[in-house]
Structure formats: C-alpha cells, structure tokens
C-alpha cells in the first residue's frame, strides 16, 4: 500500500532561519512526486513535481529533492509570507491517476 | 476566473438532509476528483472520475454519490448528511497526458448540525 509520512507536523521558523521539510514515501512504482502549499481555507497550490531520485526543482525561496525513499522541502531566509501548510503526494503504478497525500507540514514564519 | 470553481463556498445543513456539492472546470482536463480533507488526517479521496463514463470510489465513499454530467462538471452529493461529514471538501482536476499534477478548487466547507 501506498504511504506517504510528513515531518514535522508544525515548525515554527524566525524569518530567515532556513530549515528542511521532509516527505517519506512508501510506493510501488513511483511515477511521481508532488509538493502543494496550502493557505488557510483554500485550496492546494501546486509548486513541484519530481519524477526521478536525484531530481532537484526550485521556485523562489523553495528547493524540492528527491531519493529513492524521500523528499525534501528546503526553506532558504524564509519570510512571513512563506508561512501555510505544505502537502507531499505520490502517484504511484498501482494507483493509476490519483494522488496519494501525507498529513502535511504547518509553517510559521516569524518576523 | 478560477480555473476549478466549487459552488457553495460555505454551507451549514441539518442532519438527514440531502446536499450536492458542485465543481465546474475549464482547464479542458479528463480527471476529476473529490476530496475531503480534516484536521490530522489530511486530503482523503472520495471519488474520481476519468472520463464521462468513467466514475471510481476512493478511500471513503461510503455516504457520498457522485455524477459526472459533462466533461467540466462533477457533483458530489450527500444522500443523508450526518455531522461526522462535517469537514472542507475539495474538487481537483488533472490530465491524462502524463502529468498527473491535480489542481485544486477553493473549496467547499460543509457543517452538518
């Protein structure tokens, strides 16, 4: 079965203090690899897809990696307005077309 | 105009009381879903759909029905709401091309009192 863990649940970050958020994944036939912010009552934002370990993407203040079992979220001098939940999702072979989601990492940024 | 748009934004129902939920889009995708997502326990799949003909339960269906009347439009209803489907609904879209990121709408929060 198809799993994805988030850690850590909150984080709590000084404005430019720059930190990792993790995303462990079990899959079977990783098709691809997701990262989503998400503001209060809204609707996810898509940011990243990763297909492949050793995969690297960036956007802003944000860098997305990718090994054969994880995902990592890099933070660089984050601001205020960096602060939402970030959600990691799989797509794997077994799961034809849908999106398997962790719990999803909360940050808050502090000026 | 949002690309997914879900119609009611907010809705407060009775108990035992049928709702639908709407989900319109024009990002001319095939795919489209229906999550529910709650504190601790993130985005969880309703139902989905591939095609017109095409409809799929998820994860917890079970008190949900869907229907796909048209490319861009897929409902999700509640038959008999009861106050655990309290929660932020969310309609989503993606292709079939290969990529298989899902965009979102702004969702719908439901409180069955």
């Known amino acids: 079965e198809d799993q994805v863990t988030q850690s850590p649940e909150a984080l709590r970050l000084q404005e430019g203090e720059s930190s990792s958020l993790n995303c462990s994944y079990t899959v079977s036939g990783l098709r691809g690899l997701f990262w989503y912010r998400q503001d209060p009552g809204k609707g996810p934002e898509f940011l990243f897809t990763l297909y492949s370990a050793g995969e690297e993407k960036e956007k802003e203040r944000l860098k997305a990696t990718l090994t054969k079992k994880e995902s990592f979220l890099h933070i660089t001098a984050p601001k205020p307005e960096d602060s939402a939940t970030y959600l990691c999702?799989?797509?794997?072979?077994?799961?034809?077309?849908?999106?398997?989601f962790g719990q999803g990492t909360t940050l808050q940024v502090k000026p | 105009d949002a690309d997914v748009t879900q119609t009611p934004r907010n809705r407060i129902t009775k108990t035992g009381k049928r709702i639908m939920l709407e989900c319109s889009q024009t990002?001319?995708?095939?795919?489209m879903y229906w999550y529910r997502q709650d504190p601790g326990l993130g985005l969880r799949l309703i139902y989905y759909s591939f095609d017109v003909k095409d409809i799929n339960k998820g994860e917890i269906s079970d008190g949900y029905s869907v229907s796909r009347q048209a490319q861009a439009k897929f409902s999700l209803s509640l038959e008999s709401a009861i106050p655990n489907q309290t929660a932020l609904y969310f309609c989503a879209t993606s292709d079939s091309g290969g990529h298989t990121e899902a965009f979102f709408g702004q969702g719908t929060r439901l409180t069955v009192v």
């Open positions: 990002k001319g995708h095939d795919r």
């Open positions: 999702a799989v797509h794997g072979s077994s799961n034809t077309g849908k999106l398997i």
